[in-house]
């Protein structure tokens, strides 16, 4: 790579070897937040930009990592890998140990600004959104879009536990990226003596011979004098007779301890495999780096396999694995990416977007990972993780692209353009799913999945400044106390508050329909001059009119502003959300927003 730019500021930590080059040209850490929470000074090996975990080395590289050939997560996904943006230059700051206190967080965030950064990705947040002004990534990611960087965060993983209303990131300066799966799998499958086949799931840690039977035996006939038969059969630490289980595949049952720990138990006593029963309904958890061969199988089918162990007098079996892509349908949104609604301001519909976050190979950290009672030693070059801590830089890699090649659009336009070209179909040319196989709603994925080319040239964009997030600030009620957290200068608010409704937001969102509304939008001109017109897509239950129906751009960085009539039906009672869209297209470029409308039913 060339020299690194003049304009930057930034450096790395010098106390702990951690060394800059053309590359990598930041590395530091925050701390202070954590020391004041703790009460008491920090020892020194707190006192380190290194990644002791894997999450910041994974993200970073997803986001602007360089080609690298023969990457593979223990013979899995073997390929060559590359970021977002692979010859960007890329910095560190570390904030969490393993909290995040804002105090750190905001300090980072003040650090990088000083820096001269471009984009910020940020995978990291709460379980559930707080109001902005509390919000130490809300406060700091402000200062960054009023300073033109873009700020890209994490939806949150708590859309499986919580279940709606659960996305954290959720104000309108930053882009929130829910996850979604890719059409790449690890199967692993069980194949028993009676040829019977039971399909599985597990990263590619198979290095038996194929279609080689082995004894297969329940990991509570293998126990070891000392344990229970309560730990045997999960596999638990030091409850397994070596002379029992050498040479041969171990029947364990998933719980308490993680899946991963139960397979070097089975390593280290030495096995050669083992079969894991989920404990759940259907084959749900996500692959693993097991220490042995490894077939993760449903809870049903995990009770034919020990029915036939235990029918069988000298049972046998054998796993087969791979990497398969193209197989499945995609994408498909993740259980555990967190959902919509807003629960801060309904208003605004978040998520934004939704890009890869299931499954997906990055670098990672080669320091040892403990478990629970075990360490994992091996030294990992790359990993295979999830969340939509992996999503977010993905949309980070494509938002710096996006930076070169137009570096004079506003963070709002860049965010536009990822918005607005999304799609919201699958490779089955279906609409995108969520884990449940039930259509999935904009509250799932916001615009709809990430299309990289498309943002590139996108025709049209939504754009917003510094004093129209102010206005909002304004709009839902912030007193001067609270907006001084955003802006250092007084701020007077307009006479008349802007509805928020008319916030030029690339999406729409009317949470609380009584009767009508209108609601307008201003579209400004990236691309060539043109005539654009709509096409809308009504809600259940909602007429929909656009006025007008056409808008003729003449040249570049033109506005032109649209109003959106939104009516709801007199014989339409329905009180939940529903879903559509309006599409403005000059026939080469499709300008998308989604349209999210809940009726209100309150009798007067």
């Known amino acids: 790579m060339g020299p690194i730019p003049t304009r930057w500021k930034g450096y790395c930590e010098t106390n702990d070897g951690v060394k800059c080059n053309r590359k990598l040209i930041g590395a530091r850490y925050f701390n202070k937040g954590y020391e004041a929470a703790l009460g008491r000074p920090l020892d020194s090996s707190n006192n380190t930009a290194r990644d002791t975990n894997g999450h910041g080395t994974h993200t970073l590289s997803t986001a602007g990592g360089r080609f690298v050939s023969g990457a593979n997560f223990l013979g899995s996904a073997y390929g060559t890998a590359k970021g977002g943006s692979p010859n960007a230059r890329v910095a560190s700051y570390k904030v969490c140990w393993p909290s995040c206190y804002d105090a750190d967080i905001l300090a980072a965030l003040d650090a990088a600004i000083e820096d001269g950064v471009d984009i910020l990705s940020i995978s990291l947040g709460r379980a559930v959104a707080i109001p902005y002004f509390r919000s130490g990534i809300a406060i700091g990611s402000f200062q960054a879009v009023m300073n033109g960087i873009l700020v890209v965060c994490s939806a949150g993983n708590s859309g499986q536990v919580l279940g709606f209303g659960t996305t954290s990131n959720v104000a309108p300066w930053v882009l929130t990226v829910a996850a979604s799966t890719i059409d790449r799998e690890f199967p692993s499958n069980v194949v028993l003596g009676n040829n019977k086949e039971f399909k599985g799931t597990s990263f590619n840690t198979n290095n038996l011979s194929a279609r080689k039977y082995y004894p297969i035996v329940y990991s509570v006939d293998a126990k070891a004098a000392n344990a229970t038969a309560q730990l045997a059969q999960i596999c638990y630490p030091e409850s397994l007779d070596p002379t029992k289980v050498r040479g041969k595949i171990v029947y364990c049952l998933g719980g308490m301890i993680p899946d991963v720990e139960k397979s070097l138990v089975v390593a280290q ?336």
């Open 269 to 604: 006593a030495g096995g050669v495999g083992m079969i894991l029963s989920d404990q759940s309904e259907d084959s749900s958890s996500m692959p693993q780096g097991f220490f042995v061969p490894t077939s993760l199988v449903s809870a049903i089918d995990g009770l034919s396999v020990l029915s036939y162990i235990y029918s069988t007098k000298s049972p046998v079996a054998y796993i087969s694995g791979s990497t398969e892509i193209g197989k499945v349908v995609a994408p498909v949104m993740a259980s555990f990416s967190s959902t919509g609604p807003n629960e801060i301001t309904p208003e605004i519909l978040k998520p934004d977007i939704t890009a890869p976050g299931v499954n997906i190979l990055a670098a990672y950290t080669k320091a040892p990972r403990r478990l629970s009672r075990l360490i994992d030693q091996r030294p990992l070059s790359f990993n295979i993780i999830s969340g939509t801590s992996m999503s977010c830089p993905h949309v980070s890699g494509i938002a710096g692209l996006l930076k070169t090649v137009h570096h004079d659009w506003s963070p709002a336009a860049i965010k536009s353009a990822i918005m607005t070209t999304a799609r919201t179909g699958s490779n089955a040319r279906q609409p995108i799913a969520d884990a449940s196989a039930a259509e999935a709603t904009p509250f799932n994925y916001g615009s709809g999945h990430l299309r990289p080319n498309r943002a590139m040239d996108p025709g049209l964009v939504y754009d917003l400044t510094t004093t129209d997030y102010l206005n909002f600030l304004c709009s839902i009620g912030y007193n001067a106390t609270q907006m001084s957290l955003f802006i250092e200068e007084p701020y007077a608010c307009p006479p008349k508050n802007i509805s928020l409704l008319n916030f030029n937001y690339p999406s729409i969102t009317v949470p609380n329909l009584s009767g009508n509304v209108t609601l307008t939008r201003t579209l400004k001109n990236v691309g060539t001059p043109g005539l654009y017109t709509v096409r809308v897509k009504k809600p259940d239950g909602i007429l929909v009119k656009v006025e007008p129906e056409s808008l003729k751009f003449s040249k570049l960085n033109e506005e032109k502003t649209f109003k959106v009539m939104l009516k709801a039906m007199d014989n339409w009672f329905d009180s939940s959300y529903v879903y559509g869209g309006l599409t403005w297209s000059d026939g080469v470029h499709h300008v998308r927003s989604p349209i999210v409308v809940r009726k209100n039913t309150t009798l007067n």
